[in-house]
């Protein structure tokens, strides 16, 4: 099982509300992340955690919240947002620190702010 | 400097032609190098992944890396309609994986 699974795949959110994206992963990795992506642009990554605590916050807005309950899951907690979040979420994993391995991607969440 | 440079395209080559894409990176203790394939609104899939110096191959393509040019590259044989796409690389350093911005590869039957 080389999947990692992100729900829901579409969000549309209100500037007032609070919703989380949640990620799973079952392939013992230990190193799991949150990048952002906006159209016709890289992924941009916001939180690594490794071994189930944070070890890296890209300057991020407190306004996104991350949270690692175990080492299969991984949640962003979303509150008052801006439209110019609106982008896709995108949730990896990884062994961490080892070379010659690779990070899985899942599928993303779209997620829409108005 | 960015972290992680690619040409942005588009990069057009003829079907069954061999397309080359190229990526330059900073940090010199970049541990491994990534090239992944991501088509319009889907997330990025992981199609090579190289860590010693020089070439290894995966079917149609080429992974090839030269750690003292700070260089990686891919190669896509035959390149078929279906490979028009963008392709990121990506470099391992310590704890991330940072994203260059792209290539935009058209393939035209």
């Known amino acids: 099982d080389t999947e990692v699974t992100q729900t829901p795949k579409h969000l549309v959110m209100g500037m007032t509300n609070k919703k989380s994206l949640k990620c799973e992963q079952h392939m013992g990795h230990r190193a799991m992340y949150w990048y952002k992506q906006k159209a016709k642009k890289p992924p941009e990554l916001m939180f690594v955690?490794?071994?189930?605590?944070?070890?890296i916050n890209e300057s991020v807005p407190s306004r996104f919240s991350p949270e690692c309950p175990n080492s299969s899951l991984l949640n962003l907690h979303l509150h008052a947002l801006q439209p110019e979040d609106s982008a896709l979420y995108l949730c990896a994993s990884s062994q961490p620190i080892l070379r010659d391995v690779e990070a899985f991607f899942g599928q993303g969440t779209r997620l829409t702010v108005v | 400097q960015k972290e992680v440079e690619q040409n942005s395209g588009p990069l057009s080559v003829p079907e069954g032609a061999i397309a080359s894409l190229n990526c330059t990176y900073s940090d010199r203790g970049s541990q491994s190098f990534f090239w992944y394939r991501q088509y319009s609104g889907k997330s990025p899939e992981l199609i090579m992944f190289?860590?010693?110096?020089g070439d290894k191959e995966d079917g149609r393509f080429t992974a090839q890396l030269n750690k003292a040019s700070q260089y990686v590259s891919l190669l896509i044989r035959d390149s078929q309609p279906s490979d028009s796409a963008t392709y990121l690389c990506?470099?391992?350093?310590?704890?991330?994986?940072?994203f260059g911005t792209g290539t935009k590869l058209q393939v035209i039957p």
């Open positions: 990506a470099v391992r350093g310590y704890q991330k994986v940072t």
């Open positions: 190289i860590y010693s110096n």
């Open positions: 955690y490794s071994y189930e605590k944070l070890s």
